[in-house]
């Protein structure tokens, strides 16, 4: 997947250590939005902290163990999606997710995410995609709910931020549920 159209506005690409000032910029400008939920929003502060992030992107998946996304809207950087986690021999991801206040409630975090699941699971025989959010985390759990993920429980204090710990809800959805979607396009946004 290096390239994907999620609406006439929209699409997802992939978001390289090059591009690492844009996102610097977006981080900065979106740090209020993000830093509640995503501990590299407080440590992104410049492009050279940027480009050292995206570049351990770049590393993993160079190795097949992650990979970042860029949303564009407009042909701006809004917001980003990315395999946290990829193992491809126990066949098991984790999608992440980000977007800035002026890009909400488009469904592009939806459409994003239906993208990377049907390339994991349809292209790369994934079995498992999980999905972790902190319970405060509404707009999070909406997402999973609307891509038909079920919550699998909560690991206590397991997500420190901030010098706090918080609880972590687990979310998943299994290949053999992602199948039993007509089309990924037909899922509600």
Known sequence: MLFRPLTERATLHPLEPWQAAEFAALVDRARPHLAPWLPWARSITDQASAHEFLQRYADAQARDTGRIYGLRLDGNLVGGTLFRVFNAVSGVCEIGVWLAPEAE???????????????????????????????????????ARRLGMRRDGVLRQAFPLGGERYDVEVWSLLAAEWRGVATPSKATT
């Open 105 to 143: 409630g488009q469904g592009l975090i939806t459409r994003a995410v239906e993208a990377m699941i049907d390339w994991a699971v349809h292209e790369r025989g994934m079995s498992r995609i999980e999905w972790l959010t902190v319970p405060a985390n509404h707009r999070s759990q909406a997402v």
